[in-house]
């Protein structure tokens, strides 16, 4: 194999313009644009549909709870996607949000959650099958799923055990981030408590979720991660309507006993979420899936391939085996007739 | 005082024929139409549906005891004509003697003629005389009731007061069963609800711990202007926490079954049938969370089971989540689905009633930006909960607990163990169904000669078979020693024609 040698530091005596990549990349990006595809999990009438609306500030997807006494129960969770393309300052970015109706509502919840795990390692084996085949696309189309929102209903006690179980399964495939629904029903201290005994309880079931630790990370980036491993799990609160606070009209929430205004940090860490997502982490998110969880799916199918393989090749050799003292007998005996 | 029988209706007797005719004709086909009167009313139905109609055409009811003794169409034609009623009272010597000296008689003593019994067997009829027994309307009749007219105060109207004193020294006895998942506020509430704090701590329940659901209930003494209240409240922790929730209303079910089960048992028993310890559920409180959608499949099944053995007020837990449109929306998105599935909840006069949010120390929630106040009618109906546990319904749940529930366990449980409905039913249903066992005994015993007759003809011919039998070998047998003896008498003869022979032989030789 070639080494490579050790790279010599070289000092610049004019401008070259190399420098000039990095907007090279940005501009190639904007042509191509972004594909960011989302995940929200939860038990029905947790406010998953109406937080998706409002991080992304536009009507994406309805909710598919049941309204009505004629609806039938879902009898398993089923996987429903919807594909938008979202455009601001030149910056196109084509959104997939896959909706999980029916999940964790049966009276029997075991095995509710394998048509999400499924659907997640389907789409890993789809783009695996594209990166393999021969004749490859310059770009292949990115279906895996970067990010999935897990919704904690606000009992304010603990994680349920159909929620530690699925958290468990889904931190093996996807970026899980928790985050707790319509905490507009918990107190400030109830909140803090259940925050704390959240965190406990993952980090006793070992439960890993992003962001993650890695040591490529400079000392800015591990800051910032770790202020918000502070505040996993993320508690908000979603409103697709607008009430009016102080002359201005803002997403908020309006009771009898006052207004909850979505964007303000003291009531909700609505923002913080979306920074999260949008403004600092969506990358990150891209790439983590593509080098941890897809990797590791890619490394699991060809060993997978290969030992499945070699099984086939000594399956024909003993077939090849049995066949061989067959024919030795045959030889021998037939006189008898 | 009425007087049997009086035709004092207006009608003339041949229009109440008439009409009576029209009634019959509807509801029984004839195929002869001039003998309607001798049409018999032995179907329970049929006579309720005649007589029935009947009696809103004349605007006449027939009394209990005559209805017993209408068996024919024809019977009710006479008692509408009033034919053979007469008043007994005119001529009878202890009527006159009442009428003379009613002045000296106090005032509230009357005459009731005997009424002869027109059912009762000659045989009968002597005995019952002799005993002196007041007309005997028949099994499970209600004799006839008069009005009477009161000349003096008696004083029965302190009698709503007298028991009301009397209940009120007895305590009370209210248990009340909370079911939904956990972090509903089940525990908050119910310290709300009574103010106090009735579980000192509400520690955050680990539901990873219950694998099933723990009914645990509490007991309470509570004391209020001189009025005490025997509460109990039976929690249930781990409801529907687990991933497989199918079974778990099996033990809730199971507690509700044995505290009637016990109590029946205590019905049953002599000695301590006076003051049975009541732990029967009165009342479910079923939490639902505030999900703004339709009820859930757990939420829909449990609801179906419970309603059918408690009374079940459903609750929206946490009702501080949801705007006041939201909260509207919701409750009728609730209500149509409990209507849907035929689910019967408890106060169904009071629609308004249905919501709880709480909190331990102080009457309210403070969130950041504003105060939910509990008992703020505004902010939620907690206050009308309270009502209507409390001062409204109460007593009305505890009755509704006992006479529906615990005796639509009671008539299940019966059933099931083989007893036969109550024979006391109804007069006639019980006379017809002495005259079907009757019949299916005659027809039983019919069949079971038939059987014995056949089985003695088999047994005949069997019999005679052997008989011809063994007569065929004796004439064999005959045939054989008659022919032996045929043998006998030629060889007998064949001897004596040789003895003649020899002896002619040698006479002829001399």
Redesign the interface.
Known sequence: MATIAEPQKMNLNGYVGFDTITRQIEKKLLKRGFQFNVIVVGQTGLGKSTLINTIFAAHLIDSKGRTSSEEPFRQTTEIQTVSHLIEENGIRLRLNIVDTPGYGDQVNNENCWEPIIKYIKDQHSAYLRKELTAMRERYIQDTRIHCCLFFISPTGHALKPIDIVVLKKLSEVVNVVPVIAKSDSLTMEERVAFKRRIKSELGFHNIKLYPYDSDELDDHERALNDSIKQMIPFAIVGSEKNVVIDGKSVRGRRNRWGVINVENEQHCEFVHLRDFLTRTHLQDLIETTAQIHYEAFRSKQLLALKESSSKQQQQQQQQQQQAQPVQQQVGPGAPVI | MAILGDNSMGFEPDEIKNKIHEVVLKHVKLADKNKWMDIKLNDPNLKFEILRDCMSLTDRNIPNLELNFIETVGDAVKFYLGEEKKDLRIGHPVATWFAENEDKLPPNMTFIPYVKELGVKRENRKKLQKKGYFPDPGPWKIPQTRNVVLRDTLGIDALPRQRFNKTKRTPYVLNIMVVG????GKTTFMNTLFNTPLKEEIH?????STQTVEISPVHYELVEDGVTLNLTVVDTPGFG??????HNLDPIVEYIDNQFEAYHTAERSPEFRRAIPDTRIHALLYFI??????????DI?SLQVLSAKVNVIPVIA?A??L??EEKAAFKK?IL??I???DIRIFPTAYPDDRESVEDLEVRG?????????VENE??CDFIHLRELLMTHALHDLLETSHTVHYHNYRAQKLRSSGRPESILACDDSYEHRIERSKQSMAEEMIKKEEEMRQNFVMKVREKEANLREREEQLNQRRQQLMAELEEQRLALASEEREFQELYNANRSAR
Request: proline share 8%.
């Open positions: 998942e956990s972090g509903l955050p329940k680990n539901p990873q926490d687990q991933l497989n929730r199918e969370p505030p999900t703004g959608h339709a009820l859930k499949e757990l099944k946490k501080d989540t705007t006041q998105t149509r689905d209507e849907a599935n929630r403070s969130y950041r930006w504003g105060i939910v106040e505004q902010h």
